[in-house]
Nanobody
Framework: QVRLVESGGGLVQPGGSLRVSCEAS????????MGWYRQAPGKQRELIAQ???????NYGDSVKGRFTISRDNAKNTVYLQMNEMEPEDTAVYYC??????????WGQGTQVTVSS
């Protein structure tokens, strides 16, 4: 059974930092390009960062230079370090395969709120 569990979300002030994590089970994690997606209220879910098994990364323009994606294949975990956060970063954050999320992999996500 495939399971992706996101954690680490919360409330952060503008300009602050937060790291979210996603632990995978039921898949051969190292075979997948992994990505972080987010869905803000009233908007479609979007891919914001992705990382290959070897560590090559790619970012969406809205987070480039502020967010860093990383992974630990031994722990089946992918991370997203978010710095210089803005209110526009408020969303539910999900991990999944990239660049297209596998419908079987979506988890519950983790809520991130940027507000003073």
């Amino acid at each position: 059974q495939v399971r992706l569990v996101e954690s680490g979300g919360g409330l952060v002030q503008p300009g602050g930092s937060l790291r979210v994590s996603c632990e995978a089970s039921g898949i051969i994690f190292s075979m997948y390009v992994m990505g972080w997606y987010r869905q803000a209220p009233g908007k479609q879910r979007e891919l914001i960062a992705q990382i290959t098994s070897g560590g090559s990364t790619n970012y969406g323009d809205s987070v480039k230079g502020r967010f860093t994606i990383s992974r630990d294949n031994a722990k089946n975990t992918v991370y997203l370090q978010m710095n210089e956060m803005e209110p526009e970063d408020t969303a539910v954050y999900y991990c999944n395969s990239a660049p297209i999320g596998n419908p079987r992999f979506w988890g519950q996500g983790t809520q991130v709120t940027v507000s003073s």
